[in-house]
């Protein structure tokens, strides 16, 4: 008896207290309380530029909104993955637990990704990969709270296979790093090449991130495809430009790669790098105001020109807006904020894109080649090209 009036009577005095107005203070502060946003990316070693361009896009994104995501400030929280596949759970679990994130923005390398999506499976917490394209993270793995804003390993690759036959090539020798990113790549390029009639002579790789390339070179000079193709991003792909160039095969053999190989490292790779040729979902050229805009406002905030990860941070930046947007800041409402997610279109300066059912971009891909340090769009490869999907439940 005596406890329940005392329940009774203490709700009693909330609600007085409510009526009053002194509940309020408490009520306000819970639902203007900054968004708890976290980086997971790579600051060091051969990615670190990547994790840079991606976090230097996100925040240009939420700048333009006055620094707000749906009327609520925002804190960061960073950590450096230093693109190591086992201290990925920890990382994540640091971002999650310790931090409390309300958004886990990461990463770039799909070893890394593999531990962020279990966590992220695990707890709830809403996973936007701003890079890494391992496929299982909108196949197999898929969930609800992850939404990839940049491509599937496969996705730039599928479409170079015949611009290289067209262009002349009917033989290959593939080389990458030899990891997720790298074989996912090369099963693009193979399916899209030998179903162009293309011969594929052999496949070399070494360990990421390896950049020991002359063993391999050599082999290459001894192999005479009609031309290479291959996957190699950040720092390790400036390197092997350069040494490509140095080995003597550049003139000799044309080099072509997933878009990557020449993102970021124009100014680093130098003359090395003209007349590559790629394949990718973004290219620094394309005509639109958009793009012209997204361009100018870049250089002018970071003192540097954007590239395709910029793009993709910066898209990550959109595509939560979006959504923060449509539940007015109340990120805790799950269903209608993936709903508005899974629903975006995306105005992005790659070209307008959609999201899958699988959540991964449905997008075109373009054919550059490198011209005065630019990736030059010379084509369209594929047009609203979509990953399979595979195995994801959601789709
Ligand atoms: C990846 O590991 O998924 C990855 C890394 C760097 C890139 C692209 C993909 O540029």
Same mark, same amino acid.
């Given at each position: 008896?005596?406890?329940?009036?005392?329940?009774?009577?203490?709700? /009693?005095?909330?609600?007085?207290? @409510?009526?009053?107005?002194? &509940?309020?203070?408490?009520?306000?502060?819970?639902?203007?309380?900054?968004?708890?946003?976290?980086?997971?990316?790579?600051?060091? +070693?051969?990615?670190?530029?990547? +994790?840079?361009?991606?976090?230097?896009?996100?925040?240009? $994104?939420?700048?333009?909104?006055? %620094?707000? *995501?749906?009327?609520?400030?925002?804190?960061?929280?960073?950590?450096?993955?230093?693109?190591?596949? #086992?201290?990925?759970?920890?990382? $994540?679990?640091?971002?999650?637990?310790?931090?409390?994130?309300?958004?886990?923005?990461?990463?770039?390398? #799909?070893?890394?990704?593999?531990?962020?999506?279990?966590?992220?499976?695990?707890?709830?917490?809403?996973?936007?990969?701003?890079?890494? +394209?391992?496929?299982? $993270?909108?196949?197999? &793995?898929?969930?609800?709270?992850?939404?990839?804003?940049?491509?599937?390993?496969?996705?730039?690759?599928?479409? *170079?296979?015949?611009?290289?036959?067209?262009?002349?090539?009917?033989?290959?020798?593939?080389?990458?790093?030899?990891?997720?990113?790298?074989?996912?790549?090369?099963?693009?390029?193979?399916?899209?090449?030998?179903?162009?009639?293309?011969?594929?002579?052999?496949?070399?790789? &070494?360990?990421?991130?390896?950049?020991?390339?002359? @063993? *391999?070179?050599?082999?290459?000079? $001894?192999?005479?495809?009609?031309?290479?193709?291959?996957?190699?991003? +950040?720092?390790?792909?400036?390197?092997?430009?350069?040494?490509? /160039?140095?080995?003597?095969?550049?003139?000799?053999?044309?080099?072509? %790669? #997933?878009?990557? &190989?020449?993102?970021?490292?124009?100014?680093?790779?130098?003359?090395? =790098?003209?007349?590559?040729?790629?394949?990718?979902?973004?290219?620094?050229?394309?005509?639109?105001?958009?793009?012209?805009?997204?361009?100018?406002?870049? =250089?002018?905030?970071?003192?540097?020109?954007?590239?395709?990860?910029?793009?993709?941070?910066?898209?990550?930046?959109?595509?939560?807006?979006?959504?923060?947007?449509?539940?007015?800041?109340?990120?805790?409402?799950?269903?209608?904020?993936?709903? /508005?997610?899974?629903? @975006?279109?995306?105005?992005?300066?790659?070209?307008?894109?959609?999201?899958?059912?699988?959540?991964?971009?449905?997008?075109?891909?373009?054919?550059?080649?490198?011209?005065?340090?630019?990736?030059?769009?010379?084509?369209?490869?594929?047009?609203?090209?979509?990953?399979?999907?595979?195995?994801?439940?959601?789709?």
């Amino acid at each position: 008896m005596t406890s329940r009036r005392l329940v009774l009577s203490r709700s /009693a005095a909330v609600i007085g207290a @409510a009526s009053t107005g002194l &509940l309020l203070p408490e009520i306000v502060r819970a639902q203007s309380s900054k968004v708890r946003v976290g980086f997971m990316l790579p600051y060091t +070693g051969t990615f670190a530029q990547l +994790g840079v361009a991606i976090e230097n896009g996100f925040r240009m $994104a939420i700048n333009e909104q006055g %620094g707000k *995501l749906g009327g609520r400030e925002i804190e960061y929280f960073k950590v450096d993955d230093e693109s190591e596949p #086992s201290k990925g759970i920890e990382n $994540a679990t640091k971002l999650v637990q310790r931090d409390k994130v309300d958004v886990l923005v990461g990463t770039v390398h #799909s070893g890394v990704q593999m531990g962020i999506q279990k966590v992220a499976r695990d707890s709830g917490v809403l996973s936007l990969i701003p890079n890494a +394209g391992v496929h299982a $993270a909108t196949r197999g &793995l898929c969930a609800p709270n992850v939404f990839r804003t940049s491509f599937s390993n496969s996705q730039p690759t599928r479409a *170079l296979g015949k611009a290289m036959y067209d262009r002349g090539a009917k033989t290959a020798v593939w080389i990458t790093w030899k990891y997720a990113a790298g074989d996912e790549s090369f099963e693009g390029f193979k399916e899209g090449y030998l179903a162009a009639g293309g011969k594929i002579i052999k496949e070399l790789g &070494l360990p990421f991130p390896n950049v020991e390339f002359q @063993a *391999l070179l050599t082999e290459i000079a $001894a192999l005479k495809p009609d031309a290479v193709a291959c996957f190699f991003a +950040g720092g390790g792909a400036a390197k092997f430009i350069r040494d490509y /160039a140095a080995a003597g095969l550049k003139g000799k053999i044309p080099l072509y %790669g #997933s878009g990557f &190989l020449t993102e970021g490292v124009l100014d680093a790779a130098g003359p090395a =790098a003209d007349g590559i040729v790629t394949t990718m979902h973004y290219s620094d050229s394309l005509p639109t105001q958009r793009n012209g805009q997204f361009r100018l406002n870049y =250089a002018k905030a970071f003192k540097q020109q954007p590239d395709v990860y910029a793009v993709q941070g910066y898209d990550t930046g959109l595509l939560l807006i979006q959504g923060a947007n449509a539940v007015k800041g109340d990120l805790n409402n799950k269903p209608a904020l993936y709903k /508005a997610m899974e629903g @975006a279109v995306i105005d992005s300066p790659r070209g307008k894109w959609t999201m899958s059912k699988s959540h991964n971009p449905v997008q075109d891909i373009y054919l550059r080649v490198v011209e005065n340090k630019e990736n030059k769009v010379i084509g369209v490869a594929a047009k609203a090209l979509a990953d399979s999907g595979a195995g994801c439940k959601m789709a």
